[in-house]
């Protein structure tokens, strides 16, 4: 996408920041020179992508979020095509995900209510317009300074044209917030998403997720056979009212889940149209503060009144005064932070080289304090000198291949990618197999190579021996091999339950059940009894 690099874009985008950039696509900061606003602005290139899918799902995000609008649903502004280039813009939320609030700040159980019923509201806005959203995790719910939150990324959503179906063996989503149907490849119903929403509250309850694992493998079994009783006894402390949304928020059986987002509001006794109330961080620590400093002063008053005004003879408004210099001091400190949050206004044009790096979006531009304005200076420095190169393969080709989320096209690819230093999270993805992922590390100056046997990563392997020797061998309902198999000769198997059957007609079918995961390999020998 050399050719964008202009400052006026499509005649109404002035480009602020190059956010993310490749051949095929790129993501801006952007003033919508006619609306007079900040927004966030994605570009594809539709002559150049190495998968025409990847046009689909553009198209697709830009037409569900144009008909959803709602507060807590990020909005669409414009979208459409300029020659070969199709164009999306966003309004810019001057804040940050969910996942970067969960790290970094500890709420109150206030504020965590608040962000669940925006959620919450969101979810039931999207339903009942019939979309679901399919990818609901902390990284696609953007909070402002407020707490206001907006639901994004809707680039995997499901309409009802769709019919809400999805491949089988297919993992769309992020596993560890994926339902139990979700992992099947079963039909997806509104539901689906609610188990989602559970995950993701639970987490901002508990502080943990009740399903991730050490892998890919181990989080989708976990979904499909988690003890729902135990669950909650690592809910931590919450109140019996959220424990319970939670609990049934998680049931496995589609049927035993709320059937609505306004079902559990309603049990929250939150009307689903009933306005949001603002929550202000900056008011909230404040009062805090105050109330603090006023505690101290009525304790130090009343000291002073008991031991030192029969001995002083100083008028008491000099204390009364000195007590008051600390809630200054924080109403100075919270004013500092709009100046913070507008320093994306200062950007140069030449600190990024778009043609050569890619950075992940930068979702929070609201800085707090000085020192975290500091790092950020310090981290720019960094980054825009430490660039690597990434070169990517796999076994087997045609899988697509994603970097922090952003799609790379599918392998075999002829050269390297250019790529800032630092860690990333590598997503693979074939139509045959469950999604692997992989964590990396550029070094600046150094070309990364990274091969993947998605095979061997992805699937359990299971041999047969069987007395007498001939069997027909079913996995799952389906029949996969006969014995007596080669001693080099393996079943392929997606992780999770597997069902056996071996069939021969002189004898009782051998019939069990038992798990494999990711990389294993059984070999499984069996007897058959006679009638």
């Not at 025409?52 to 459409?80: Q, T, W, Y």
């Not at 939670?246 to 609505?260: A, D, H, N, P, Q």
């Not at 100056?445 to 041999?463: L, P, Q, R, W, Y």
């Amino acid at each position: 996408m050399s050719s964008l690099t202009s400052e006026i874009l499509f005649e109404k985008f002035q480009i602020i920041e190059v956010m993310k950039k490749d051949e095929h696509a790129a993501v801006f900061l952007a003033n919508h020179i006619y609306l007079n606003k900040k927004i966030i602005l994605k570009v594809l290139n539709t002559q150049k992508l190495p998968d025409p899918s990847m046009v689909e799902r553009f198209k697709r995000e830009g037409k569900i979020l144009a008909k959803l609008d709602h507060p807590n649903i990020i909005k669409v502004l414009d979208f459409g095509l300029s020659k070969e280039y199709f164009y999306i813009s966003f309004e810019y939320i001057e804040g940050e995900s969910l996942r970067n609030v969960l790290k970094t700040k500890a709420l109150t159980e206030e504020q965590k209510e608040h962000i669940m019923i925006q959620l919450l509201k969101g979810l039931d806005y999207a339903h009942k317009n019939q979309v679901i959203h399919r990818d609901i995790k902390p990284e696609n719910i953007f909070i402002d300074k407020n707490l206001n939150v907006k639901l994004g990324d809707f680039g995997l959503a499901l309409s009802a044209e769709d019919n809400f179906v999805t491949n089988p063996y297919s993992i769309v989503g992020t596993p560890s917030y994926m339902s139990p149907e979700q992992v099947r490849g079963a039909k997806l119903t509104p539901q689906s998403d609610i188990f989602s929403a559970g995950v993701v509250l639970f987490e901002l309850f508990a502080g943990k997720n009740p399903f991730l694992r050490d892998n890919v493998s181990l989080t989708l079994n976990e979904i499909m056979a988690y003890n729902e009783d135990e669950l909650m006894k690592n809910a931590g402390d919450q109140s019996q009212l959220i424990q319970d949304i939670l609990s049934r928020m998680l049931k496995k059986t589609v049927g035993e889940r709320y059937e609505s987002a306004e079902e559990i509001l309603d049990e929250m006794n939150v009307h689903v149209d009933q306005p949001t109330i603002v929550i202000n961080n900056a008011d909230i620590e404040g009062k805090k503060s105050m109330l603090a400093w006023i505690f101290i002063a009525v304790i130090f008053v009343g000291i002073a009144a008991i031991f030192i005004l029969p001995v002083l003879n100083q008028p008491k408004i000099d204390n009364a005064a000195s007590q008051q210099e600390p809630q200054n001091n924080s109403v100075k400190n919270d004013s500092a932070k709009p100046e913070a949050a507008d320093q994306t206004k200062n950007v140069q044009k030449d600190q990024v080289d778009p043609e050569k790096i890619k950075e992940p979006l930068i979702e929070n531009k609201t800085k707090d304090t000085e020192q975290n304005k500091t790092v950020e200076d310090a981290s720019k420095q960094i980054t825009t000198q430490g660039v690597g190169d990434l070169f990517v393969n796999t076994y087997p080709p045609n899988t697509e291949v994603s970097i922090n989320g952003d799609s790379y096209g599918r392998t075999p690819f002829d050269r390297s990618f250019p790529i800032r230093s630092g860690e990333y999270q590598v997503k693979f993805t074939h139509p045959n197999y469950p999604t692997f992922y992989k964590q990396i590390n550029v070094e600046a100056d150094k070309v990364t190579k990274v091969f993947v046997n998605v095979e061997a990563e992805t699937m359990g392997f299971i041999h047969c021996f069987v007395s007498p020797p001939y069997a027909e061998i079913f996995i799952n309902g389906n029949k996969r091999a006969e014995a007596p198999m080669k001693t080099t000769d393996f079943i392929k198997v997606v992780p999770g339950p597997v069902r056996l059957v071996l069939k021969n007609p002189r004898f009782r079918d051998i019939d069990t059940t038992f798990s494999i995961r990711a990389k294993d390999t059984l070999k499984l020998k069996f007897g058959f009894k006679g009638e």
